[in-house]
């Protein structure tokens, strides 16, 4: 999962038109995670009050896809590291790929009072395999030769690394994908509401394991600011399909990073993995 750009400059006045917009973006995840962490960062991840919150989290829902995918378009995709390495561009895979996750009823969005969304933390459900299933490999099929590069990178991702052998306990987890606010609402603590709504849900679904997967140094660093911890990363330098390294993002993202969270302090886990 990404997770957007938080630069530290300071927002300005109360009009639009005079606001300082900030670079960013959430990573696809996973889709893939971006982000970029500053010493802002406490004060943008802070829960707000409900009393005075100019905001309310709700439930993303099939309809929403349209402002979705543009509130993406316009603080997400053109930020993530690994779509800038490639210069994807305009990728209708890439949008129908970020809206799958809705389907399973756990993804959520900030709304201000005009109605507009402001923050998006879409989620998936994240399902242990059978012994019986069939592999399908996300790359498959799909027609954009730059994103097919991408989706077979987290495709062999998957094939080192089964999250759920760390957690011989748990059948379902929840699955962090992108995670993305308006940079003209940072500060008012909308990344850790989003993300508290999230652990909401698992509570309520017997939910233990909460998984995220970061393309972006960034990303990662913000997962690990809401308290989420590395069980497993890979340098881009090591994956070679063809003998040659494929991605080579600017610094300072350097690997995929598979961070986790336990929301139940007893869920069952070993060490980290490294590939």
């Given amino acids: ?48 009050s409900e009393k005075d919150c100019p905001y309310t989290i709700e439930l993303i829902r099939p309809e929403d896809g349209e402002a979705v995918i543009a509130m993406l378009k316009t603080f997400f995709f053109k930020d993530e590291p690994l779509n800038t390495f490639l210069d994807l561009g305009e990728c209708k895979e890439l949008e129908k790929y970020s809206l799958k996750p809705l ?17 998006i933390f879409l989620n998936g459900l994240l399902r ?10 996300a790359a498959d099929g799909c027609e954009h030769p730059k994103f097919k590069k991408i989706l077979s990178l987290f495709d062999h991702v998957e094939d080192h690394f089964n999250i759920f052998d760390l957690y011989p ?18 500060g008012l603590g909308i990344a850790g509401r989003l993300t508290e709504r999230a652990y909401q849900y698992m509570r309520e679904n017997g939910i233990n394991v909460y998984h995220v997967v970061c393309s972006s140094h960034y990303s990662a660093r913000v997962m690990e600011k809401l308290g989420f911890h590395e069980v497993f990363n890979m340098p881009f330098a090591d994956y070679k399909p063809q003998g040659e390294v494929i991605f080579k993002p600017a610094q300072p993202h350097v690997g995929i990073r598979i961070m986790a969270k336990e929301v139940d302090a007893n869920a069952k886990k070993s060490t980290q993995t490294k590939l």
């Fill in 1 to 48: 999962m990404e997770v957007q750009k938080l630069p530290d400059q300071t927002l300005m006045a109360s009009n639009p038109s005079q606001r300082i917009m900030l670079d960013s973006r959430c990573g696809l995840n996973d889709l893939y995670p971006i982000a970029r962490l500053t010493q802002k960062m406490g004060e943008a991840l802070k829960v707000s």
């Fill in 169 to 186: 306990n748990e059948n379902i987890m929840l699955d962090g994908k992108i995670l993305s606010v308006d940079t003209n609402y940072r």
């Fill in 128 to 137: 242990r395999p059978s012994p019986d299933d069939v592999a399908v490999k």
């Fill in 103 to 119: 389907s399973d009823n756990c993804s959520y969005k900030a709304v201000d009072k005009d109605g507009k969304i402001i923050g």
